[in-house]
Nanobody
């Protein structure tokens, strides 16, 4: 059974940095694509970033390009989201998700497995 466990959220000031982690219980063809999404109160779920385990190809949402970096550690079955230059509008609950290869990475319904999320709050 696939489990995703996020960690690393917290409170940070504008301009600060945080690194989120997503530990994956098992990496198989059903978890070849790993994504991060976020949801702020009153807003739709938003695509943040994604990475392919096998190829290492990365994808980013427009609002985080140049500030966030997604990476993976295959030895630890863990995906990271390094977030720099954080802004108050980055405040949200961040979710890790897993899906098969060749999915539409920006669409949340493409992903099969989801974590419980971790809260990120950026103070102004």
């Amino acid at each position: 059974q696939v489990r995703l466990v996020e960690s690393g959220g917290g409170l940070v000031q504008t301009g600060g940095s945080l690194t989120l982690s997503c530990a994956v219980s098992v990496v198989t063809f059903t978890t070849d694509t790993m994504g991060w999404f976020r949801r702020a109160p009153g807003k739709e779920r938003e695509f943040v970033a994604a990475i392919e385990w096998s190829a290492g190809t990365t994808y980013y949402g427009d609002s985080v390009k140049g500030r966030f970096t997604i990476s993976r550690d295959s030895a630890k079955n863990t995906v990271f989201l390094q977030m720099n230059s954080l802004k108050p509008e980055d405040t949200a609950r961040y979710y890790c998700a897993a899906g098969s290869k060749y999915i539409t990475v920006t669409t949340s319904t493409s992903y099969v497995y989801w974590g419980q999320g971790t809260q990120v709050t950026v103070s102004s």
